[in-house]
């Protein structure tokens, strides 16, 4: 046992000589680096190095929690938040903590990215691949984020577990007029994988397509999703499949489960895997994570579970625990057996989207919402893109998007922008039938 | 806190070369409770406490944190940031706006402070919210509470000889509900926020506020009409007044979203050198008047100080009717000419100060409300929101009524359901033709930044009429 997870679980020792019932602690030692552009230019390079341990206990079904920043201040802590405890109130609901030894997953965190400290160069790529496709005038910001994280994870009722989690995102979006635009992501777990200039020519490609926008018409179209807006629903569903959220209505998928949500087309699934930004073996009480099949061929099939939401759900939990409420990690799409060019080409008048920002909701439980479409938007004729748009807004419904989906790409891509497409997600092209678009008036 | 360690940062990073250095420290208090449908979830005591340094060297800007409170930290973290700002070889080369140094303490007092009221009390206000609810005649499905209490020390020193220590404690609720009636659901969640101490929960009357939203959300079940689409008057209450005051005056006007530093993210402006709309255009009626105060007492947005350490005071964003002043922090203002107006705000020690709002709002006129509604032959009144967003440039924006009656021959009538106002900036704020006396204030978490500062303001202002909108 290396030093860090000794005293990780010294903590879960002392709390249970104390009298608590269960304990959990994780210790997360994260350095992570960012560089933020704008115009072309680095505008601030930055480092943070974080060191915090968790600890979230249970005394006759009492749940507290805290944050630990120094092994030196745990005596203290630890008395005071179980004095919390014995105050607090009983949570009835709360069915316990995982029990078990478990098997996991081996960590396959890339230590090239713990040790990297100029991200400017990849920066400066991703610009330059922009300008390239966009022309010399373009103008791009962004960030480029990587993360490197050990954790410990130490559990009175069975977990002790170690992981390393590696990530490393570009995101830039691309002006080659004032209202021309295009966003490009790249995403990946390891560096060897990480190509920033293909987020750049993306962002230009789509910059440059976007060139003397005209204002979009309301109506009802056949819309083409690119991966980067697609993956801002995905990460709309997969929320709404935490069982947290079902019994609090802010989901669509309400008293859903068993019943068919989407077209056979659909397989949508919860997948924490090597390759994702989101990448873990465990979750937040030392469960294995493991790949969850929310919507099977079109079936609602699983809530996302920690153990007391799968108790009251009388179901085992899906390795989804969060830090109170489950959650989802990585949402896949499983791919379908089209191209992008033949999802077009089924449009004969409709648009092709390719990015969004501020998806709020009227009411979750029914699905009303409405979301703005940014960057590239492309009235679509016959399968051929003929006219860059701007000014236009989806207002739909969550279920009904999900319910009129025509088409799959066999392409899919990893994506993760800001908190518009959080959590990550392996993204397809997808065609809906019948998005209604409205404007300002 | 350990000042001498953040004064020695200081002093290590002054004998580097170096245009300009700071060191910021906070440390939180905090506490948080969850409640589902009356069952605490979780409660959550911890400290929180480290610091950053930023430092501008040959025209670039290195930012590092760390919670770890040692001398030998504090020096490797202002060596990386030094080394970062290097890194930036910058063809433009970033300055700051020129400031005076400051030495200064401020605090905000709280009442009944926060540490003297027991757990068992906060958490027994926030059951017996749910009971209330659940006793009040509507049949209110499930509910989502949940109570924020930072306690924030801060002391900033830098190169220019600022140092400045202050305590704010900060208190937060948000509550979400679900109302279901024939078959049918409506929700609403409301936030209520302070600067202070406890007195604060008394202040909010959450219960009644509940209550009357659940009453609300039933009558928009059993009574509300949708209303048929054309031009007609609006009248917005406090609520919707003060959220388009924010996303259509106060994001926009954020002077580094209108310099491009936020292009990729928060998004540009409407408002850019060159273009239709800048200083001194006309943007609404000349009875718009639209501020934004971080001097407020006792306001969620409240201080005296931004965190670059310059004195806080009221902006005038749209005035009469006219773009009049940009909110700036000291980099914007360097880039635009101008100076600083103490716009500058970080959640953190591991976050870099933005360009930020603070309280957000219409200044009132001298109207009544009644006056307001009498004066309308046809239209609806907007009372509160559910949906809204705006576009990143901060001009095509939508509000969708929770809330709202129809107002025919100057009387209210049935409620409207779900009504919607989906128009620009220039045409909502041109449209104003009167504005109440009183100004009431809602408490709001503002999000902007990568990664995200989720920023305490309050968004507010009187009742305005908007004559001839289009309404769906």
């Known amino acids: 046992m290396n030093d860090i997870l000794s005293k990780t679980d010294e903590i879960v020792k002392k709390a249970k000589a104390l009298g608590v019932d269960e304990v959990i602690a994780k210790t997360t030692f994260g350095r992570y680096r960012q560089v933020r552009f704008s115009d072309n230019q680095v505008d601030i390079t930055v480092a943070w190095n974080d060191y915090v341990t968790d600890v979230a206990l249970a005394w006759k079904k009492r749940v507290v929690a805290t944050q630990i920043w120094n092994f030196k201040d745990v005596d203290a802590n630890l008395k005071k938040l179980l004095d919390l405890a014995k105050v607090s109130k009983e949570n009835p609901m709360f069915g316990g903590f995982a029990k078990g030894n478990f098997r996991y997953a081996k960590s396959k965190a890339d230590k090239k990215l713990r040790d990297l400290e100029n991200l400017t160069d990849y920066a400066v790529e991703a610009i330059n691949a922009a300008e390239k496709e966009a022309g010399s005038k373009t103008e791009s910001g962004g960030i480029l984020f990587t993360k490197f994280e050990d954790v410990y994870l130490v559990s009175s009722e069975g977990p002790v577990v170690v992981d390393s989690r590696s990530a490393i995102e570009l995101s830039i979006r691309a002006f080659s007029q004032r209202e021309a635009s295009g966003h490009g992501v790249e995403c990946s777990s390891t560096l060897k994988d990480f190509g920033p200039a293909r987020a750049g020519k993306k962002a230009g490609e789509i910059a440059r397509l976007a060139k003397n926008p005209r204002a979009g018409d309301e109506g009802v179209y056949d819309v083409v999703f690119d991966p980067l807006i697609f993956g801002s629903l995905l990460a709309v569903w997969a929320s709404m499949a935490s069982a947290f959220r079902v019994m609090v209505q802010l989901s669509v998928f309400v008293d859903r489960l068993g019943k068919e949500v989407a077209p056979e087309i659909v397989t949508l699934k919860d997948n924490p895997s090597a390759y994702s930004l989101a990448n873990r073996v465990f979750d937040d009480e030392g469960v294995p994570a493991r790949e969850n099949v929310i919507i099977d061929h079109g079936v609602l099939k699983t809530y996302l579970h920690n153990t007391s939401t799968a108790k009251i759900f009388k179901t085992e939990t899906t390795g989804n625990a969060g830090l109170v409420v489950p959650t989802p990690w990585n949402v896949e799409m499983n791919p379908g057996d089209m191209t992008k060019d033949e999802l077009l080409k089924e449009v004969k008048q409709g648009l092709y989207l390719t990015n969004t920002w501020y998806t709020r909701f009227q009411n979750y439980a029914k699905g009303d919402f409405s979301t703005i479409p940014r960057d590239g938007i492309f009235l679509v004729e016959n399968g051929e893109i003929k006219q860059s748009l701007k000014d236009i807004r989806i207002s739909d419904n969550a279920l009904s998007l999900l319910i009129n989906i025509a088409g799959v790409s066999k392409e899919r891509q990893h994506v993760h922008w800001w908190g518009e497409a959080e959590p990550p997600s392996l993204s397809p092209y997808v065609l809906i039938r019948n998005v209604h678009i409205t404007k300002s008036r | ?472």
């Open chain 2, 1 to 472: 806190m350990e000042e001498d360690i953040v004064d020695y940062a200081l002093e290590y990073a002054k004998g580097k070369e170096v245009e300009y250095a700071e060191v910021r420290a906070q440390r939180q208090v905090q506490e948080r409770l969850m409640l589902r449908s009356g069952i605490l979830e979780a409660y959550v005591s911890a400290v929180d406490s480290g610091f950053c340094v930023r430092i501008i060297a040959d025209g670039g800007i290195g930012f590092t944190s760390t919670n770890k409170w040692t001398r030998e930290e504090a020096k490797e973290i202002v060596n990386l940031a030094f080394r970062y700002a290097k890194l930036a070889n910058r063809k433009e080369k970033i300055v700051f706006a020129k400031e005076r140094g400051v030495e200064t303490k401020w605090t905000v007092d709280q009442k009944e402070k926060m540490e003297d009221v027991s757990p068992e009390e906060k958490i027994s206000e926030f059951v017996d919210i749910d009971k209330s609810l659940s006793s009040c005649g509507v049949n209110v499905v499930a509910t989502m509470s949940s109570c924020t209490i930072d306690l924030i020390s801060k002391y900033y020193v830098n190169s220019e000889g600022s140092r400045i220590s202050s305590f704010i404690p900060k208190i937060g609720a948000y509550v979400f509900i679900t109302v279901a009636e024939n078959g049918k659901t409506e929700q609403a969640s409301e936030q209520f926020g302070y600067s202070g101490g406890w007195e604060a929960f008394h202040k909010w009357k959450i219960t009644e506020k509940m209550i009357h939203d659940a009453k609300v959300l039933k009558d928009v079940i059993t009574k509300g009409k949708a209303i048929k689409p054309g031009i007609m008057d609006l009248i917005c209450g406090p609520e919707v007044t003060g959220i388009a005051s924010h996303e259509s005056c106060g994001h926009p006007m954020e002077a580094d979203r209108i310099t491009g530093r936020e292009m990729s993210q928060a998004g540009r402006s409407f408002i850019f050198k060159g273009g239709p709309y800048w200083i001194g255009t006309r943007i609404g009626s000349d009875i718009v008047t639209i501020v934004d105060d971080p001097t407020i007492e006792h306001s969620y947005g409240y201080y005296a100080y931004d965190d670059e350490g310059v004195k806080a005071r009221r902006r005038y964003l749209y005035k009469k009717g006219i773009i009049n002043e940009f909110l700036h922090n000291r980099e914007t203002a360097a880039k635009l000419g101008t100076t600083s107006n103490a716009s500058s705000r970080s959640v953190n020690y591991d976050r870099e100060a933005i360009v930020r709002m603070a309280n957000t709002f219409v200044l009132p006129g001298d109207a009544t409300e009644e006056e307001l509604i009498e004066d309308v032959r046809y239209g609806v009144y907007m009372k509160s929101f559910t949906e809204w967003n705006i576009d990143d440039k901060r001009f095509n924006q939508r509000y969708v009524g929770r809330e709202a009656y129809l107002i025919e021959n100057g009387a209210l009538k049935h409620p409207v359901a779900r009504p919607v106002i989906e128009t620009t900036t220039p045409k909502f704020w041109t449209a104003v033709d009167a504005v109440s006396k009183n100004v009431e204030f809602d408490a709001a978490t503002c999000g902007k930044g990568d990664p995200a500062q989720g920023i305490p303001v309050y968004t507010g202002g009187p009742c305005i009429r908007l004559r001839e909108v289009y309404i769906k």
